[in-house]
Every structure is written in structure tokens, then in C-alpha cells.
């Protein structure tokens, strides 16, 4: 399977607190997407970290990449409860498809 | 911000019936995409379209699926013969002017058939 796993499925913190979400994958891939979804709503991008890459920012997002394992990071800092949504990474693998495949996501809930 | 828009939101429709749902893609895309999430399920790759043309489909993306690009901004997927399986919420996506850009997401409709 190509597919992208993240863990936990599910995590809890209060707010203010620094929220890390992992992902891991199988194939050698082009670019990781990380998107975030709040319940029964479409998918936000957040960020695209590309293979030659290690480390992202945005905001008070960071994305890290580790090709050698086959792992990113999701790192969201100082959280806030409009944070509380479910989080997916999603890779499009080297060999030439654009497709994502998507993982099961991580839900997090912020706690005010 | 631009935005990939969706319609309907939510689409009910009967066993064997016909469905069409539609996209408004960002306007200077170029890469246009379908996906669905079942219920509590991933989201899933359907199909990817580029110069008018499908470049890649799923097992899930039958004879019963089809994608279309009638005029120069809408891009619709129709499902010929609706399934109780094919309940789930369906996801528009496009991406920019080159290829491995960020594909960015419509809301989605959800599709319920009875």
C-alpha cells in the first residue's frame, strides 16, 4: 500500500499547548500535502513540502520531512480551539501520477 | 482568495437515477480533480483531468463515472446509474499552471442515495 498513516488518530490538549502530528508513508514521493478538515466540510490546504525539502513553515504551522524514514511531522504551535479539526497528510508518489492519496487522519481537539 | 466552489451541497437522488455534480475550478487552473470520502472512510482518488482529457482514473471510476469540461469553467462529474454505495461526500480539486502544485478542495457535495 502507498498509502500515507497518520498517528495519533486522535489527540487532546488544551489551548496554548503545542499539538504534533506524524505521518508515514511506503512509496518514494514527489511532494506531502497536509490538509485540514473541520467536520462535514471540504479540505484546507495548509502546506506542500516538496521530497528535496526538510523543514516548513507557516504561521504557526511547521512541517518537517524525513525521506530517509518515510515520515513528516505536523507541528502546530501555541493552539488555539478553532484548531479543532481532523488533519490528513497526502502524498502523490514518484512515477508520475498527481493523484493524492490521502491518510485516515488525525483528529484533534482543542480544548478552551 | 480564490476558491473552488461546489453545487449542489447536498444532492439526494434515487437508486438508478442520474446525477451530475459541479465544480467551478480556480480560474487559471490547469489540473482538475475529482475524490470522495464514504462516510467516516479516506478520501479517495477518482479521476485527474488535464487538456481536456482524463490523465488518470481509479478502480472506483467506471463506465458508470464520467468527467466533462463543457465551457471554460465548469467541470462536471456524472455518475450514469446512481448505486447505494455510491453515497459519499465528493470533493472537486484543481491545481495551478504546472504540474505537483498544491491541489486545493471545493467543500464538496454530498451525495445520498436512497
Known amino acids: 500500500s502507498q498509502q500515507g498513516e497518520e498517528d495519533p488518530q486522535a489527540l487532546s490538549i488544551q489551548e496554548g499547548e503545542n499539538a504534533t502530528m506524524n505521518c508515514s508513508y511506503k512509496?518514494?514521493?514527489?511532494?506531502l500535502q497536509w490538509y485540514r478538515q473541520n467536520s462535514g466540510r471540504g479540505l484546507v490546504h495548509l502546506i506542500l513540502?516538496?521530497?528535496?525539502?526538510r523543514e516548513k513553515h507557516s504561521g504557526r504551522l511547521r512541517v518537517t520531512l524525513d525521506t530517509s524514514k518515510k515520515s513528516s511531522s505536523l507541528l502546530i504551535t501555541a493552539s488555539r480551539a478553532a484548531d479543532t479539526a481532523s488533519y490528513f497528510c497526502a502524498t502523490d508518489f514518484q512515477g508520475g501520477s498527481e493523484k493524492l492519496v490521502f491518510g485516515k487522519g488525525t483528529k484533534l481537539t482543542v480544548n478552551p | 482568495e480564490p476558491e473552488v466552489t461546489q453545487t449542489p451541497s447536498h444532492q439526494v437522488t434515487q437508486m438508478g437515477q442520474e446525477v451530475i455534480l459541479r465544480c467551478v475550478p480556480i480560474?487559471?487552473?490547469?489540473?482538475f480533480y475529482w475524490y470522495r470520502q464514504i462516510l467516516g472512510q479516506k478520501v479517495e482518488f477518482l479521476v485527474s483531468?488535464?487538456?481536456?482529457?482524463?490523465?488518470?482514473k481509479s478502480e472506483i471510476f467506471d463506465d458508470q463515472f464520467s468527467v466533462e469540461r463543457p465551457d471554460g469553467s465548469n467541470f462536471t462529474l456524472k455518475i450514469r446509474s446512481t448505486k447505494l454505495e455510491d453515497s459519499a461526500m465528493y470533493f472537486c480539486a484543481s491545481s495551478g499552471l504546472t504540474r505537483r502544485q498544491p491541489q486545493h478542495f471545493g467543500d464538496g457535495t454530498r451525495l445520498s442515495i436512497l
Open positions: 483531468f488535464y487538456n481536456n482529457e482524463i490523465s488518470e
Open positions: 513540502i516538496r521530497s528535496n525539502e
Open positions: 512509496t518514494s514521493i514527489n511532494n
Open positions: 480560474s487559471n487552473h490547469l489540473y
